[in-house]
Nanobody, 116 residues
Framework: VQLVESGGGLVQPGGSLRLSCAAS????????MSWYRQAPGKERELVAT????????NYADSVKGRFTISRDNAKNTVYLQMNSLKPDDTAVYYC??????????WGQGTQVTVSS
């Protein structure tokens, strides 16, 4: 099983980034996918979730209206489009796969830094 995040980097406030998470080794289309983030000295927090078929999404209040989660089950990939980025969005972003009665899967994380 692998979850490989990409797309992180350094961006100025107000800018945009698109994170990708490529999955392999499990039935991607059966899993709810989420993005979490962890800033230095803080607990990991849930950012956005999308159901297995993509029909429902949820967002943390802090990112609503700025971030969009989506998935392509044909490509086994989940995305996080991040717009209007703020310094408070600086964190390591992790991809998570969840389904009932099985352990969660986690990616290794990708760093997002928002700074001028």
């Amino acid at each position: 099983v692998q979850l490989v995040e990409s797309g992180g980097g350094l961006v100025q406030p107000g800018g945009s980034l698109r994170l990708s998470c490529a999955a392999s080794g499990f039935t991607f289309s059966s899993y709810t996918m989420s993005w979490y983030r962890q800033a230095p000295g803080k607990e990991r927090e849930l950012v956005a979730t999308i159901t297995s078929g993509g029909g429902s999404t949820n967002y943390a209040d802090s990112v609503k209206g700025r971030f969009t989660i989506s998935r392509d089950n044909a490509k086994n990939t989940v995305y996080l489009q991040m717009n209007s980025l703020k310094p408070d969005d600086t964190a390591v972003y992790y991809c998570n796969a969840k389904t009932r009665f099985r352990p969660d899967y986690w990616g290794q994380g990708t760093q997002v830094t928002v700074s001028s």
